[in-house]
């Protein structure tokens, strides 16, 4: 008989050898780390998908500063911000965009952002480790560079008769002009390049320019001497009227007559002297929008009208020709290297029709005391007629032509624009052309932005 010592021996050996239900323990202790494994992997792909949607926010707000060809840097980076916060839920990640996420150094856009991503297993795994891991850091960045600068020379033309003093949509009209031309100047050349240059020329009665002695004729047709720039009130002159050519020493009347001090027929007019000195001088080619933004927000309007005097001295400010100083070779507009290569244009608004006679290319003018040829009469039709033919060799040279006809209600002188302007496509040349019709501010507004960015498109080269 056992005792029941023997009994418990028995029991106790046959409970150590049995392996019923191992398994079970076995994975109760194993499933531990592949549950925390598991959980690393939802946390982790949490941090996928956060930076994921923190990549392509940035991308997209770099892309949209980037795309503004006609920006100040400001604009560039209140819009990068902008598409940030679109496509980018920063609140459910807890965080703040900041005010400078968008940097602008050079050429080259870029944007870089943070965020945490709390963890759950993570953690867990770094305290059973003996660390302290309680987030998921992540960063980003993006990084684009602006089309580069190319090289242009733009003549803004722009009317400052007396018409422009006018009310429309309750504001002076010309200083609406001058909003949108400073918008356009700044936005074109907002690095600052040195081979974007403006020149303005305001015109009224005639244009006011600095021009050499040797450019001029006094008020007898008696030439003038001297390489020494005069200020000088000048319109039309009977050669070279409708071309860019350089002045002929020889032939007087290929000169401009000085008019502010006009003697008709020996008598001192002082009317011509009075209206000279209302009119705007004239601005060649810089680089400089300071200077230009300074001219533009100074000058008032005051007189009548003569478009094609002022379409011929823009045309004079871009030329290659002696006139003025700086304009390049047309051959560069061809330039077979895209670096080198040139724009030449001439933005030409006016709110008007022709109101100051002109000469005829080649003709004296019958009401000039000097000459009894009345072959070619003074005559508004003759300022009509040589600005279709300056548009015309204007653009055989290769210069870019845009007209705006700004709160304008005379038919021809509208049809005349837009026979001007240069077509958009140069295979159909008479089919659509860079001819803006604006009748509001918005519209004007509107214009000067599609002719903006008309302008970065030939400018701007894609990188």
Known sequence: ?????????????????NEDGNIAIIFGFAVVPFMIAAGMAVDYGRGVVAKHELQVALDS???????????????RKDLGKAYFEANFDSAGYGLTVPSDLIDITGNVISANHSLSVDTAFMQLSSMLAGQDVTDMEIKTDAKALVP????????????????MNDFLNGKRKYKIMRDASIDLINGLNSAGSADIQFALVPFSYGVKAELKGT???????????????????????????????EVDEVDKRARWQQWDLWYDKGSYNSSRSSKCNTMLLMRPLTSTTSTL???????????GTHISSGFQFGWHAISPNSVFVGGASYSDITHEDPEQRLL??????????????????????????????????????NGEYNLTKLCENARD????????????????TIDRLEACASPKNPEEPLGDTYSFKADSIVQLNTAFEEIGNVLADMVYLSQ
Request: hydrophobic letters at 35%.
């Open 397 to 412: 040279e290769g210069v870019l032509v845009v007209t705006v006809a700004f709160d304008l209600d005379d038919d021809d």
């Open 148 to 163: 580069q600068v190319g090289k242009a020379e733009i003549s803004m033309v722009l009317d400052y008769s007396g018409s």
């Open 293 to 303: 933004v300074a001219d533009l927000t100074g000058w008032q309007p005051y007189g």
């Open 344 to 381: 030449k244009a001439i933005v030409l608004l006016t709110d008007g029709a022709q109101t100051v006679p002109d000469y005829r290319e080649n003709g004296n003018g019958q009401n000039n005391p000097h000459t009894s040829d009345p072959t070619y009469p003074m005559d508004k039709s």
């Open 215 to 245: 450019h001029l004729t006094n008020t007898d047709y008696e030439k003038l001497t001297g390489e020494t720039r005069i200020e000088s009130c000048v319109s039309g002159r009977k050669v070279g009227a409708t071309l860019d050519v």
């Open 61 to 75: 707000a770099v892309l949209a500063a980037v795309a503004l060809r006609i920006a100040e840097p400001q604009e």
């Open 1 to 17: 008989m056992h005792t029941i010592c023997e009994l418990s021996l028995k029991h106790l050996k046959k409970f150590r050898s």
